[in-house]
């Protein structure tokens, strides 16, 4: 914004010389890009910003400056020379459409001469970077510049119907602007118009019919407050930008049209021209003005020092704030209609800052408050679960949560999908009822690049509609194909197989401490019948295993065998887990028996372990399975399993008749309920 030092001082009660000038102006944030010598006077470039639109007009920094220096401010008198007429008796003002122009006044100036301007306006105009045109259109540049406000004048005769009607365009209607451009108008652009048609684009510029002339006499002098979104949106689609149109996009202020149609009348009134005695103002809904309460202490919490309640309301007053006193440090703050982006106690303590001086603020770090996260022993028992996947070779991935019909339909999950409203593509539009479609899709293009072995993990939210509405529940995906070691020149690696994806879970179940768990062969739609498990814990199953059906892979391009697992951590969560115990180092040595069984093959090792369990037995410490052999010796309606049993008293050494009668227990147990016989040598 160029500001003229000659023009500036005729709003203050001291002259100010260039160098106060800029050095109060740089105080207060508004940056002197640049300064030069024009007919003897100092044009100042001054960086305004796009919230600030009454800087955009010389009495506004001239305010800031007066605010900045401590010294008075003094606006010019702008007296009129009055008919006996009334301006609404002569033309008749109507707003069509009040959102888009909340504010529209008007003057008729009748007897004006128009001609070529006198030197003091040609100067003021030609410092502004302009060329003089006449006295009329000098004038209507001279208010703009002068206060931030525009305004625009129409030949009066050139109206016809006596009438001027803000409104939008009509579909169809074109209007030829100032510039020359043949513009066809759009039903979205607001237009003021006489009786029959478009004269100008409502706070853009105005159209060549009305335009002023060296044969015009009386004028109508538009000074009107329209919606800042509404011109942005005119002058883009127009493809034109003016100095009007910049400031009304900023946002004008409503309280001023009056007085800049009263100053522009008062100047026409140089050039031979009377006014209307009584002003058209058109204000269907007045505007209050915004209070906001400021306090002594939030200005210390903000700023970090204590600054005098005089000063701040004398700092306020001068910049045209209303400050009432509620009680000593609290103020009720009246925020001036041409301070825009003035909305909260934080923009006047910033105010307050900008004239206080950020030098004088001390420079020191706030306190931090630390708040202690509310604990989530959910997300405690996720964090570990993951940790212990990550250090088994599985690597944690995160899919998006989307999912499209062809994929749901593929899985056959069983549940009913949730359909996105507006999604951004039809391979968007469900969210997904389980993992294993993100996790078969990221398999997939692993495998495609070229990458053999993939074990890979994902915790998160599965969805799905109920009668009462949609859900949502926290789940674990697990998928492993390929080798599980790296290749080694001594050793063929070992694939993938199911014992591998069983051993993760049971691993991961007893981290948690979910135990006693156990797994039962169960059918589900993701695997291959006769090749998945529940995973089994307090009488619920909590999970499901196997190996993913031949249907699902095909429907991801996958031709090896793959398996995975999918766990409800919502409802595994939900249950209580083994209590902790801690159990100190065994004293006595433990002894360690091996015993071979002949099992059907319908009894699983699962079914002996729970077989076992319920023997009261306190020496046995623990048992597993070692070994499994079928072939040559056993029947094929049988196998041969190993089982390693440790048996340890806590007090003392076991004696080997002890060992020998529980092992005689165990033995007769399993035989009795399970068909179970030792297997000779």
């Known amino acids: ?220 002098i538009e000074s009107a407050c329209f919606d800042p979104v509404s011109i942005r949106k005119t002058r883009k689609a127009a493809g034109i930008q003016t100095d009007a149109s910049y400031r009304f996009e900023r946002g004008a202020d409503v309280a001023y049209p009056p007085k800049a149609a009263v100053m522009a009348a008062s100047l026409l009134s140089q050039f031979g021209g009377r006014s209307t005695g009584e002003i058209a103002d058109v204000y269907p809904q007045p505007k209050k003005k915004k209070e906001i309460i400021l306090r002594q202490r939030r200005i210390i919490e903000l700023l970090g020092v204590e600054i005098e309640d005089e000063w701040i309301k004398r700092t306020l007053e001068k910049l045209e704030f209303g400050v009432e006193t509620q009680q000593p440090g609290i103020w009720k703050i009246k925020v001036p209609t041409f301070r825009v982006d003035i909305d909260r106690e934080a923009d006047l303590v910033e105010e307050i ?61 069983g549940l009913p999908p949730v359909e996105i409203r507006n999604p951004t593509s039809s391979k968007t539009s469900l969210l997904r009822t389980t993992l294993l479609g993100g996790l078969m899709e990221t398999a997939a293009w692993n495998v495609n690049r070229g990458i053999e072995s993939v074990r890979i993990f994902e915790a998160g939210n599965i969805f799905y509609r109920l009668d009462s509405g949609c859900r949502e529940r926290l789940a674990l995906g697990l998928l492993c194909l390929g080798p599980v070691e790296e290749p080694h020149w001594r050793e063929k690696s070992r694939p993938a197989d199911f014992f591998h994806l069983k051993g993760a879970c049971e691993a991961m179940m007893a981290q948690l401490r979910y135990e006693p768990f156990f797994f039962e062969a169960a059918d589900h739609p993701f695997f291959e019948p006769g090749h998945s498990l529940s995973l089994v814990y307090k009488e619920e199953k909590v999970g499901y295993l196997g190996r993913v059906n031949e249907r699902i892979r095909n429907a991801f391009s996958l031709r090896q065998m793959v398996w995975a697992a999918e766990i409800d951590l919502e409802l595994l969560f939900g249950k209580q887990p083994r209590t902790f115990a801690y159990t100190p180092v065994p004293k006595f040595p433990a002894v360690v028996r091996d015993i071979s069984f002949i099992v059907p093959r319908s009894v699983t090792s699962q079914d002996i372990r729970r077989a076992v369990e319920k023997l009261p037995l306190p020496v046995l410490e623990e048992f597993r399975l070692v070994d499994r ?46 068909g179970i016989r030792l297997r000779s040598s």
Not at 130 to 151: C, G, K, Q, R
Not at 355 to 379: C, H, R, T, W
């Open 1 to 220: 914004m160029k500001i003229s030092l000659d023009w500036l001082n005729e709003y203050l009660d001291a002259v100010v010389s260039a160098q106060e000038a800029v050095e109060a102006l740089e105080r207060i944030g508004l940056m002197v890009a640049g300064r030069e010598e024009k007919d003897g006077d100092i044009v100042l470039d001054v960086e305004t910003y796009s919230n600030r639109p009454d800087t955009l007009g010389h009495l506004g920094i001239a305010r800031e400056l007066a605010a900045s220096l401590d010294i008075g401010l003094k606006p010019p008198d702008w007296p009129l020379l009055e008919l006996r007429e009334r301006t609404m008796d002569i033309i008749n003002v109507q707003i069509a459409d009040e959102d888009l122009c909340p504010r529209y006044c008007g003057l008729v100036v009748k007897g004006v001469k128009v001609g070529q301007s006198p030197a003091w306006l040609q100067r003021r105009i030609e410092a502004m970077g302009l060329h003089s045109i006449n006295n009329v259109v000098d004038v209507t540049n001279y208010v703009l510049f002068s206060t931030a406000h525009p305004i625009h004048a129409f030949d009066l005769d050139k109206l016809s119907g006596d009438r001027i009607i803000v409104r939008r365009a009509k579909k169809g209607e074109r209007l030829l602007l100032l510039d020359g451009t043949d513009l066809a108008l759009d039903p979205e652009m607001l237009v003021i118009a006489d009786a029959s048609k478009p004269v100008a684009l409502a706070g853009v510029i105005g159209g060549m019919d009305s335009a002023v002339s060296e044969k015009t006499t009386d004028l109508f």
């Open 353 to 413: 800052a900008r004239f206080y001086g950020y030098d004088k603020i001390p420079s020191m770090l706030p306190p931090i408050k630390v708040i202690e996260a509310i604990p989530d022993s959910n997300q405690e028992k996720l964090d570990r679960a993951c940790a212990l996947l990550f250090h088994r070779g599985f690597n944690e991935v995160i899919n998006f949560s989307f999912s499209d019909l062809e994929k749901e339909q593929a899985l056959g999950s």
């Open 629 to 674: 052999y079928a072939g040559p010796g056993v029947p094929e309606s049988t196998v041969g399993l190993s089982f390693r049993f440790v048996y340890r008293h806590p007090q003392r050494t076991l004696q080997a008749a002890e060992v020998d009668k529980a092992e005689r227990e165990i033995i007769h147990h399993l035989g009795r309920i399970l």
